[in-house]
């Protein structure tokens, strides 16, 4: 379908009144949008103004999953919300591009997180060698290779056709995913990201767990009068928020990516439509419910402003940024950052959608 054609549909369509079911999901969309837009251009833009912010160079890891998170925000989120609300694909061959903005972009948002969570674990696990070590140089080229890794297993596949299942469609509208490149990729791009992210992260706890103890002896030791019960019940409150906190990372992360993750290898694997049902497995979901999931996993771009960069620094500068003076505004915020505080105590401190159902003919996306 080329894009007079799609725009065509989309005039006659106008006309005819759109259904109100998708005029109200054209506004819960546009919503989400207008966030992920507002939350990650904030955090650039604090960082881009304030010397303090910019002088630590782990808001450089920020900054580059802000980039991200706001790219997906414009690159991608806004053509798919058009086909959403008009019930096809009206961009014609746009979709080809489009698809692989939307696989770089979320490959670089979930290979950032991959990449802030071992930055944090280095920082904590061994400060000293961490202060020596990292710098603006080093932080450049780490973001680089993410960037480039991003680029590779989006652009280079979809241009020469790998990722579909049968090459010869040159418009890009066939929805067959590839087996191999559905697997790679989604190694390369949530499961190894996510295995690491575990494993960093679990080892902050027990490091930060290790800290509270230690410090919560030598205080106990200190102060012989105090009940060594009361001392005890501030330890575990302590290291019962550091849980939370990293609890929340990598709760919202694996909640937002990991059912998309898991339908993006299963899907290619399912049968034709014309089989019968028997044969179809429980994987195997109908396109709309694919695209909820696709559209959670976009989310969580517009969540990572609040649980990476609302921190104090980050907090303080938000509020100048802002004007926000007053009382009710300054405990909203507060209220906000009170869950992910902790992580600054700890350690100083998509799916990317691969199918191309996302983006195919008309029939495929009325509903």
Same mark, same amino acid.
């Given at each position: ?12 369509? #106008?006309?005819?009144?759109? /259904? ?10 546009? =919503?989400?949008?207008? %966030?992920?837009?507002?939350? &990650? ?6 960082? !881009? ?18 980039? #991200? ?9 806004? @053509? ?8 096809? %694909? ?7 591009? @489009?698809? *692989? ?72 509208? &066939? ?15 949530? !499961?190894? /990201? ?32 105090? #009940? ?14 550091? =849980? ?12 937002? %990516?990991?059912?998309?993750?898991? $339908? ?12 019968? *049902? ?19 996993? %976009? ?12 921190? *104090? ?5 938000? =509020? ?9 505004? $300054? ?17 100083? #401190? ?16 009325? @509903?």
């Amino acid at each position: 379908m080329n894009n007079t054609t799609g725009l065509a549909l989309v005039g006659a369509r #106008s006309r005819e009144g759109l /259904p109100a079911h998708r005029v109200l999901t054209g506004c819960v969309l546009a =919503l989400l949008i207008i %966030w992920t837009l507002l939350g &990650n251009f904030t955090v650039c833009a604090a960082v !881009y103004r304030y010397r303090h912010l910019r002088a630590k160079v782990t808001n450089v890891f920020i900054v580059s999953l802000a980039l #991200s998170d706001l790219l997906v925000a414009v690159l991608v989120m806004p @053509w798919k919300a058009v086909a959403e609300v008009a019930g096809f %694909w009206p961009f014609g061959g746009f979709c080809k591009t @489009w698809l *692989a903005c939307d696989i770089m972009c979320s490959t670089a948002s979930i290979l950032n997180l991959c990449v802030i969570s071992v930055d944090r674990y280095w920082a904590i696990s061994n400060p000293f060698r961490y202060e020596r070590s990292m710098n603006r140089r080093v932080a450049s080229v780490i973001i680089g290779v993410t960037w480039t890794v991003s680029v590779v297993i989006s652009f280079v596949p979809v241009q020469l056709n790998w990722h579909r299942a049968e090459i010869g469609d040159p418009t890009g509208e &066939n929805p067959a995913l590839s087996r191999t490149y559905a697997i790679s990729s989604s190694l390369i791009s949530f !499961y190894i /990201p996510v295995a690491i992210m575990i494993v960093t992260y679990t080892r902050i706890y027990r490091i930060a767990q290790m800290q509270i103890r230690m410090i919560s002896s030598l205080e106990r030791a200190a102060e012989h009068a105090q #009940s060594c019960r009361s001392d005890l019940k501030v330890s575990i409150r302590k290291e019962t928020k550091v =849980l939370k906190t990293l609890s929340i990372i990598m709760g919202v992360f694996v909640c937002c %990516w990991l059912p998309f993750f898991i $339908l993006n290898c299963a899907l290619p694997f399912c049968p034709g439509p014309a089989a019968p *049902a028997a044969q179809r497995g429980p994987y195997c979901v109908s396109e709309k419910t694919f695209d909820v999931f696709v559209w959670i996993g %976009w989310s969580n771009s517009s969540l990572n402003p609040v649980i990476y960069a609302f921190n *104090a620094d980050f907090r303080d500068a938000f =509020l100048r940024l802002l004007r926000c003076r007053g009382r009710g505004c $300054l405990a909203a915020v507060s209220a906000a950052v009170e869950t992910v505080m902790a992580s600054n105590q700890a350690g100083n #401190s998509k799916p990317h959608p691969f199918s191309l159902q996302r983006c195919t003919s008309p029939n495929m996306l009325n @509903w």
